[in-house]
């Protein structure tokens, strides 16, 4: 048996040193190509691919389908910030008909269809009050969540006391709503105004003043009020015009530095001077067509001119026009003689620009404004590494909205210095601010590089198996000739001595034979000593 083992070594050596290294390279890659494609091929065919059974989901919600699957036994995965829940797409439908037949998700709201569902005589005033209101607010919240560009609402309303005295005036409810937006819709005053009176008519004396409505990001939705601008005049609603200036103007400098430093580094105040004073006058003005001659425009012109000459021509004696009454140039002696006579008149009537103006004036003017602004360097614990570009950039946005919002004119424009004094750019560290990390879960997927590499051994594959197929079709000529040719015993000379005898040759022949084919040796005196 160690012989036998020895025999197939000795013959893989010689067939190994025999390849080229093409061939060498062909032979141990191969296997491992095929190793590596099936183990691919494995692992695409058993990986599960999760799809995205409810999506905007609460994290009540969330919880409450991840428990449902995993009593089930069924995979399951939470995505987009515990909003997404993420199932095999093979049972997608069929999770989503079982899971709405069991009432899942249940969103914990109360709506309407409670009272037809619950209702009964135990139930105290209270208890009907508390669950009228909140089905009120969640019918609400649905039907702002059907208005396109909102993808959820909130709804808090404050119902007042009712009085027990007839006498007692009527309060008036309140009502808070948080939008959650999509990402760059941007709503109309239209819009805005639709969802102000669909509040304000849904719940009884709420006034739309008494409604407020913001979105995710703290940004409100406002009602523009014709009716309070017409009513200017009285204390409150300049009050209330004053805060809504320095609201405006302080939202638009937040929002512009939030962008350029992040929302959270950025603290804005505003404060105004407002003048509400107002004028109404008219001005009757008189101005020149020609302002640099002083004198208006000829409107109509008139010229008379006579002339005579030969006998009868007035005398020139007296001076002509000399008298109070006389007309120039003209004779008033009577005396004729011979002579020339001219006489030129010419009647210009001129008009002049006649300017009638009513000035109403504004309802209100900006006589000073003042910015103070505090921003949070990169390293809050390190003031000096927010660069001075920034800050300076800064004041120059501040400068512009200073320079035109205040009132100015010819006789009172503000300078470069004055609007510096009116601005205030701080960077100090945050110590109040509360900062939240939403960890994103992490979806494995397959990078790009997987693919390009099992497309390049594919081709490989492809081409090591077509030069091996071509290398079978050639001729195994040359490894004929490499393979030393059967010795015969009767083929091979002697050269050293001319006369030999058959014991001498055949004795050369074995050795010769032993040393070259111990196989074949070994057979013949087996034979040999079995015919014995």
Known sequence: MKEKLQLYKTKISEYWKKQSGLQKTTIIGLPLLLIFIISLTVFFTTKTTLVPLYSNLSPQETGQIKATLDSRGIQSEIADNGTTIKVPEEVVETLMVELAAEGIPESGNIDYTFFGQNAGFGMTDNEFNMLKLESTQTEIANLIKGIDGINDAKVMISMPNEGIFVKDSQAVASASIVLNTKPGYKFDQQQIKSLYHLVSKSIPNLPTDNIVITNQNFEYFDLENEENLSVIGNVASQLDLKREIER???????????????????????????????????????????????????????????????????????????????????????????????????????????????????????????IQVMVEAPDPKNPSSMPQERVDDIERILSTIVNTSIDQDENNELTQEEIQDKIVVSVQEFNGKTTTVTETPKTTTIPLWAYIVGGLLALGLIILLFLILRKKKVPETEEEIEQPEPIFFNQIPDVNEEKESDATVRRRQLEKLAKEKPEDFAKLLRSWLADE
Request: aromatic share 4%.
């Open 248 to 370: 405006d103007i302080q939202r638009q400098v937040q929002q512009m530095l939030g962008t350029m430093m992040g929302p959270d580094k950025v603290v804005v105040s505003v404060t105004t001077d407002i003048d509400f004073t107002q004028e109404n006058r008219q001005e009757n003005l008189v101005t020149p067509v020609d302002p640099e001659n002083m004198e208006g425009i000829d409107i109509s012109v008139e010229r008379i001119t006579e002339t005579f000459t030969g006998e009868g021509a007035p005398g020139n004696v007296p001076p002509v026009g000399s008298g109070e009454t006389d007309i120039p140039n003209y004779n008033t002696g009577g005396q004729a003689g011979n002579g020339d006579y001219e006489r030129i008149e010419e009647r210009v009537n001129k008009d002049v620009n006649r300017i009638t103006k009513e000035i109403v004036e504004a309802p209100y003017k900006i006589r000073d404004l003042g």
